[in-house]
Each structure stands twice: as structure tokens, then as C-alpha cells.
């Protein structure tokens, strides 16, 4: 049985190396306690007690909820050495966060809270599962709703489009479970430091078509799965962005491993590499000066030979020859295709785009195992360059 959640999802799209390496390899890396991840955890953690609370038919008021907070707060806060300026600016933040959400809700009478901080499963295919944690729902007449609290100092773009297919999905488990209690399902995103809430409702067919999606990503997965057990190489590959530099698997991925590299090669010492790598760079762009000024001094020449009528210039110790040739482009695909059919031509010319063909087997579109007896794979390594 497969189980999935949104992160482990959204961690293949961001990188499906960084996939392998957390999920399929089970590499976990050493996180260290910060600020913001305490925020959160006691924030949270507080809301809970609250909404708790409240569903066992009892208010606490804001000096108990201030009094819990700050007792799971300081349990936690020991954990990180110094940075007293950041601690005294992250505890003014949580008082403001609580105060303001407790004022803005009380006396909480308009609510049925039915979950706060659970654990569920989406079915999503046959042996696959979808894992997931809310952090509240509750019932208005007969409407779900799902909230999610935000401790971000960034309010979000309006699409959303992250949040919105989490809670989404969601609704699908809530739909799964619930499906007789209810007649809508919203979803609410409590941005806590904006004091501000985000209240959407979620149409059916958005929630099949979020399924949909999800249900072929994890099926993806499953098949890379299946072909890195059986020894094929690069299922998994990285995908460089701007989200590397946050990566705790760059010591290892080979975008970024010989950076920390420290061993030292049989053939070359690690300072010979790097020598190299660097006199190919300064080489390349030896290259590229001299191609532009080759370019200038080609169409100097040209326009020097057309002037005089000249066929060939001579230097000191050469000459260069100057020729006319005509060369053809194809302008309008389509009215050529049809002279080439008007004339019974067009086998003899015809010509299938190998770059096309290419692209849509990388992209999925043609399965090479279907064409391997009219296409030839070819392997290559590609340089490109760029300074550190």
C-alpha cells in the first residue's frame, strides 16, 4: 500500500531527486530548531487547546490561553542559543497573533468543531492512499468548513494555486468521510499575522479535478519507483531552481556535489579539476571575443571587397577568397507541402522533424519502447557554462 501526502507530492514536482533522496532512499537530514519552526509548532499548538477546549463546552479565557502558550513557548524556545534579540521579536509576534485571533472569534458560539490537528486518509487509487492533517474542521449548519492556519509574514498572490489545491484534496477526504452530514465545504485560510481570513468554497468538480491530478502524479511516482528497483539509472532526475539553495541534499546531488567535494581523484587532485574547469572557462570566453571580432572584421571586409569589386584581399602573409552562393529556407511549410502532394513529390522530400520527435518523447507524448526500431537514442553530455 502507497500512502502520499501533499508535501511528499510537492517535493517530487519542485525535484523528483530530492524525491528519491527523502522518500525512496530515506535519507533524512539533521534540522535544526529555529524560530519560525517553533512559531508554528506553539501556535498551533495553542489554537488547538483552545478549539479543544471549546468542543468540551468550555471557554478558556486569553490569560489561559496566554498561560499555555507561554509554558510550551519556553519549552521550546531553550532549544536555541542566543539570537535574544529575534527570541524577544518572535514572542511580541505570538502575543499579538493570539490576542488578535481570540478577540476577532470570540465567544465562538457560531461553530461545531469536529477535528482539530488530525491525521486522515484519502482514498486516491487501488493501493494508493493519500495521508493528510488538518488543522481544524468544523461544522455550520450544514457546511464543512476546513481551516489552515498561516504564521507567514507574506501574504500569498491571489491565485493561491498552492494552498488552494492542498485544502482541495482535502475536501476529497472530508467528502470520503463525512459526505451525509454535509451540503458545502469551504475551505478558510487564517493568516494569523494579517489578521485576515481567506474563505472559499470547493465545487465538486474542482475536487475531481485536483483528484485527477494527484491520482497520475502518484501513479508517476510509482512507476519511477518501480523502474529504479529494477536498476534503471536516472529515473530520478534533479531539476535545478531557485528552491536549491534551501536543499539539504546538495552535499550529495550531483548538480552540487563536487562543490563540497574533498576526495581526491586516482587520476587528478581535486585542485587540478578545478584548475581545469577554470582555465575551460577563460578559454571560452577567449573564444567568444575572438568569434565577435572575426564577425566585425568579416563584415569590414565583405563590405570593402563589395565597394571595390574585389574577389579576393590579401594580407601580408594571406588572402581570403570571396564567393556568391544562393541558400534556401522553407517560408511557408504548408504551401510547400502542398506543391511537393500537386506535383508527387512529397516522399521524395519529406522530412520528419527529429527535434519534434524528440521533445515528445520527453515529454511523454510517443513511448520510445514503441519507436525504438525507427529511433535511435543518443547519449550525450552537454557543457554549459557559468561563473561561480
Given at each position: 500500500?502507497?500512502?502520499?501526502?501533499?508535501?511528499?507530492i510537492q517535493?517530487?514536482?519542485?525535484?523528483?531527486?530530492?524525491?528519491?533522496?527523502?522518500?525512496?532512499?530515506?535519507?533524512?537530514?539533521?534540522f535544526?530548531?529555529?524560530?519560525?519552526?517553533?512559531?508554528w509548532?506553539?501556535?498551533?499548538g495553542?489554537?488547538?487547546?483552545?478549539?479543544?477546549?471549546?468542543?468540551?463546552f468550555h471557554?478558556?479565557?486569553?490569560?489561559?490561553?496566554?498561560?499555555?502558550?507561554?509554558?510550551?513557548?519556553?519549552?521550546?524556545?531553550?532549544?536555541?542559543?542566543?539570537?535574544?534579540?529575534?527570541?524577544?521579536?518572535?514572542?511580541?509576534r505570538?502575543?499579538?497573533?493570539?490576542?488578535q485571533?481570540?478577540?476577532?472569534?470570540?465567544?465562538?458560539?457560531d461553530?461545531?468543531?469536529?477535528?482539530?490537528?488530525i491525521?486522515?486518509?484519502i482514498?486516491l487509487?487501488?493501493?494508493?492512499?493519500?495521508?493528510?492533517?488538518?488543522?481544524?474542521?468544523?461544522?455550520?449548519?450544514?457546511?464543512?468548513?476546513i481551516?489552515?492556519y498561516?504564521?507567514?509574514?507574506?501574504?500569498?498572490t491571489?491565485?493561491?494555486?498552492?494552498?488552494?489545491?492542498?485544502?482541495?484534496?482535502?475536501?476529497?477526504?472530508?467528502?470520503?468521510?463525512?459526505?451525509?452530514?454535509?451540503?458545502?465545504?469551504?475551505w478558510?485560510?487564517?493568516?494569523?499575522?494579517?489578521d485576515?481570513?481567506d474563505?472559499?468554497?470547493?465545487?465538486?468538480?474542482?475536487?475531481?479535478?485536483?483528484?485527477?491530478?494527484?491520482?497520475?502524479?502518484?501513479?508517476?511516482?510509482?512507476?519511477k519507483?518501480?523502474?529504479?528497483?529494477?536498476w534503471?539509472?536516472?529515473?530520478?532526475?534533479p531539476?535545478?531552481?531557485?528552491?536549491?539553495?534551501?536543499?539539504?541534499?546538495?552535499e550529495?546531488?550531483?548538480?552540487?556535489?563536487?562543490?563540497y567535494?574533498?576526495?581526491?581523484?586516482?587520476?587528478?587532485?581535486?585542485?587540478?579539476?578545478?584548475?581545469?574547469?577554470?582555465?575551460y572557462?577563460?578559454?571560452?570566453?577567449?573564444?567568444?571575443?575572438?568569434?565577435d571580432?572575426?564577425?566585425?572584421?568579416?563584415?569590414?571586409l565583405?563590405?570593402?571587397?563589395?565597394?571595390?569589386?574585389?574577389?579576393?584581399?590579401?594580407?601580408k602573409?594571406?588572402?581570403?577568397?570571396?564567393s556568391?552562393m544562393?541558400n534556401?529556407?522553407?517560408?511557408?511549410?504548408?504551401?510547400?507541402?502542398?506543391?511537393?502532394?500537386?506535383t508527387?513529390?512529397?516522399?521524395?522530400?519529406?522530412?520528419i522533424?527529429?527535434?519534434?520527435?524528440a521533445?515528445?518523447?520527453?515529454?511523454?507524448?510517443?513511448?520510445f519502447?514503441?519507436?525504438?526500431?525507427?529511433?535511435?537514442?543518443?547519449k550525450i553530455?552537454?557543457?554549459?557554462?557559468?561563473?561561480?
Open positions: 500500500m502507497a500512502v502520499y501526502s501533499f508535501s511528499q517535493t517530487y514536482l519542485q525535484c523528483p531527486l530530492s524525491y528519491k533522496f527523502k522518500y525512496v532512499d530515506k535519507i533524512r537530514p539533521e535544526e530548531e529555529n524560530l519560525h519552526l517553533i512559531l509548532t506553539t501556535v498551533h495553542a489554537l488547538q487547546y483552545l478549539y479543544e477546549k471549546i468542543n468540551n471557554t478558556p479565557s486569553l490569560e489561559e490561553l496566554d498561560d499555555y502558550f507561554l509554558k510550551n513557548y519556553k519549552e521550546q524556545i531553550q532549544k536555541i542559543k542566543d539570537l535574544d534579540e529575534e527570541k524577544k521579536e518572535f514572542e511580541t505570538w502575543i499579538e497573533y493570539l490576542q485571533f481570540y478577540k476577532e472569534h470570540y465567544p465562538f458560539k461553530i461545531k468543531v469536529i477535528w482539530t490537528e491525521q486522515l486518509y482514498d487509487w487501488d493501493n494508493i492512499k493519500f495521508q493528510w492533517f488538518i488543522d481544524r474542521l468544523d461544522k455550520k449548519g450544514d457546511t464543512f468548513v481551516t489552515d498561516k504564521t507567514n509574514k507574506k501574504l500569498p491571489q491565485d493561491k494555486a498552492y494552498y488552494m489545491e492542498q485544502l482541495t484534496l482535502y475536501a476529497l477526504g472530508i467528502t470520503q468521510k463525512y459526505w451525509k452530514y454535509f451540503n458545502k465545504i469551504y478558510n485560510l487564517e493568516y494569523l499575522h494579517f485576515y481570513q474563505f472559499w468554497e470547493i465545487k465538486k468538480e474542482d475536487i475531481q479535478k485536483v483528484a485527477n491530478k494527484y491520482k497520475n502524479l502518484s501513479l508517476e511516482i510509482e512507476t519507483k518501480a523502474e529504479h528497483w529494477l534503471i539509472e536516472d529515473v530520478f532526475e531539476k535545478e531552481s531557485p528552491l536549491c539553495r534551501f536543499c539539504n541534499y546538495k550529495i546531488c550531483p548538480l552540487f556535489s563536487h562543490f567535494w574533498k576526495v581526491t581523484d586516482t587520476d587528478f587532485s581535486e585542485d587540478t579539476i578545478k584548475a581545469m574547469i577554470d582555465e572557462i577563460n578559454l571560452n570566453e577567449q573564444k567568444k571575443d575572438i568569434d571580432k572575426m564577425k566585425k572584421n568579416k563584415e569590414i565583405q563590405s570593402f571587397a563589395k565597394r571595390h569589386k574585389l574577389k579576393k584581399l590579401y594580407g602573409w594571406w588572402y581570403v577568397s570571396l556568391n544562393i534556401y529556407s522553407i517560408k511557408d511549410k504548408e504551401k510547400l507541402k502542398a506543391y511537393l502532394e500537386k508527387n513529390q512529397l516522399d521524395k522530400f519529406l522530412d522533424d527529429k527535434y519534434k520527435i521533445k515528445a518523447i520527453k515529454e511523454n507524448q510517443l513511448k519502447k514503441n519507436l525504438q526500431d525507427a529511433v535511435k537514442e543518443n553530455i552537454i557543457f554549459r557554462t557559468k561563473k561561480n
